[in-house]
């Protein structure tokens, strides 16, 4: 079965860099969310959205922002990189309809510098 | 708020002996109630769920859960651990009303020695 597809894997930037996180949510799922797992962490919520449309926010800072696109994958975009948002960013997607199960992908890890 | 605590941070266990990790929730209704498990550097694989209905729940890897809504617990248990059980565990509560964002435990390590 198709799972949530995360890319890239690995992503190395120096501080005050920006970068781009994809998530491929699995085929027909219309909810994706995004977590942040810091070393040694529990993963913490970021954002989510369903449709198209942000549902929720957690503790994302003001640098990062994300939106999902009309094929309904979705992008975190990361920018004015610190030293602290080295972490797993974990992306899961959902359909709404059937509850909320969420369906995690690998993980990018960012290593910032 | 939902909340999740697992009291256990770090827990070592025999190989072939069993293993019970604990998870103690809040939230204001029945809450959709998980255990993912990830290996060092990996993703979270879920092991178990429990949305309604028999409060007994088989998982992956012959591991098991008890909804237990009057002490507010959702145990994982496994009769006999084998060596690659050795891994992080992480509870997570999730919101039954919608879609809604999952609030994770501290997570258990769990050490499975010879």
């Known amino acids: 079965a198709a799972g949530v597809i995360q890319s890239p894997r690995h992503l190395i930037k120096e501080k005050r860099e920006t970068a781009t996180l994809k998530c491929y949510p699995i085929?027909?799922?219309?909810?994706v969310y995004w977590y942040q797992q810091g070393p040694g962490q529990d993963p913490q919520f970021l954002i989510s959205?369903?449709?198209?449309?942000?549902?929720d926010k957690g503790s994302i800072p003001d640098r990062f922002s994300a939106q999902q696109f009309s094929d309904y994958h979705s992008e975190l975009n990361m920018s004015s990189l610190e030293l602290g948002d080295s972490a797993l960013y974990f992306c899961?997607?959902?359909?709404?309809?059937?509850?909320?199960?969420?369906?995690f992908g690998p993980g990018t890890r960012l290593t910032v510098l | 708020a939902q909340s999740v605590t697992q009291p256990d941070i770090h827990i070592t266990v025999s190989e072939g002996a069993s293993l019970e990790l604990r998870c103690n929730y809040s939230?204001?209704?029945?809450?959709?109630l998980f255990w993912y498990v990830q290996s060092p550097g990996q993703g979270l694989q879920l092991l178990l769920k429990?949305?309604?209905?028999?409060?007994l729940v088989q998982g992956i890897k012959g591991f098991e859960a008890e909804f237990k809504r009057s002490q507010s617990s959702f145990n994982l248990r496994k009769p006999s651990v084998h060596w690659s059980d050795a891994a992080e565990y992480f509870c997570?509560?999730?919101?039954?009303?919608?879609?809604?964002?999952?609030?994770f435990g501290a997570g258990t390590q769990v050490v499975v020695t010879p």
């Open positions: 899961a997607s959902s359909l709404a309809m059937t509850g909320n199960e969420q369906f």
């Open positions: 429990y949305f309604s209905g028999d409060t």
């Open positions: 997570a509560v999730g919101k039954t009303d919608s879609w809604g964002k999952f609030q």
């Open positions: 939230y204001g209704a029945t809450p959709y």
């Open positions: 959205f369903y449709e198209k449309m942000q549902s």
């Open positions: 085929p027909r799922h219309d909810t």
